[in-house]
């Protein structure tokens, strides 16, 4: 299965930030006529990038015509109402988005989002025509008291409605300690958490649902992008710091093929 590249730019860039997403969409274009061709391009990896919701448009209006695919970081459950500061789901794919970042590590900690809630915003996202990324992973202290699986399995038990059973979404496994800290897991430590999750997606959704891709999130740069991408039952990336630079989100791309 194509793999799936994502950028979180969280709220970092203005306006002249788009150049970067268009020189990735050129990076993309250059590969496939030259040396990379049939890496990215024949075995289909999908690139995403989701800048701050101020930038959803102007993205998707400069890169239309590219692969680039644009997602939104977050919205919210209800499709509209009363609740000032907020975007849904609908506003994000009106504007041009197609994928979308739910249950984001700094949403559920900074934001006291839990499963069940994430788990509205996801049947938000597929009533909206989005595809959901959920995001799931445990702190260190969780990892430290031998939690690391429990605590993920029970996210992605609570964060993943049935409704997602045959439709198109990720699961994001980013443990906290890795994001924006240069570390990372070891593979093995990867490879276990990723097993879970997929068993735990089974469990869930059954068959149809199972089959979808588990990225890993959390200190993916170029260097270690294709140790990390060759590890079982790793299906992408989410890549936040790295992400805001072209070169270096193409060389992370470049790892996937
Ligand atoms: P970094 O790649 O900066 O560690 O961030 C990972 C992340 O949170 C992506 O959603």
Redesign the pocket.
């Known amino acids: 299965m194509a793999k799936l590249i994502v950028g ?1 730019w ?1 709220m970092n860039g203005l306006g002249p930030a788009l150049a970067e997403a268009q020189a990735v969409a050129a990076g993309l274009a250059g590969s496939l006529a030259g040396s990379l061709g049939g890496t990215l391009g024949g075995s289909g990896v999908r690139v995403g990038l989701c800048p701050p919701a101020t930038l959803i448009e102007r993205m998707a209006r400069s890169l239309s015509g590219s692969p680039v695919l644009v997602g939104g970081q977050d919205c919210r459950a209800e499709a509209s109402g009363a609740f000032t500061g907020d975007v849904s789901a609908e506003m994000l794919s009106e504007a041009g988005a197609v994928l979308v ?1 739910l249950g ?3 949403r559920r900690a900074g934001c006291g989002e839990t499963d069940a809630l994430v788990a509205a915003k996801v049947e938000a996202a597929l009533r909206a025509g989005l595809e959901p990324i959920i ?1 799931v992973g445990e702190t260190l202290a969780e990892r430290e008291a031998g939690r690391a699986v429990a605590v993920v399995a029970t996210q992605v038990r609570g964060s993943l409605p049935q409704v997602l059973a045959g439709r198109a979404f990720s699961v ?1 496994y ?1 443990p906290v300690w ?5 570390l990372t897991p070891t593979t093995a430590q990867i490879e276990e958490i990723h097993a879970a999750v997929r068993a735990e997606m089974s469990a869930v959704l059954g068959v149809p649902g199972a089959r979808a891709p588990i990225l890993y ?5 170029p260097a270690n992008a294709a140790e990390i991408l060759s590890v079982a039952e790793v299906g992408g990336a ?6 805001l630079k072209s070169a270096d989100f193409l060389g992370i791309i470049a790892g996937a093929g």
């Not at 890795?178 to 240069?182: V, Y």
């Not at 999130?217 to 740069?221: E, Q």
């Not at 989410?238 to 992400?243: F, I, M, P, R, T």
């Open positions: 979180n969280k970042i984001h590590s700094e995001c994001a980013e890795a994001i924006g800290t240069g999130g959390g200190s993916v740069k989410l890549v936040g710091g790295a992400s």
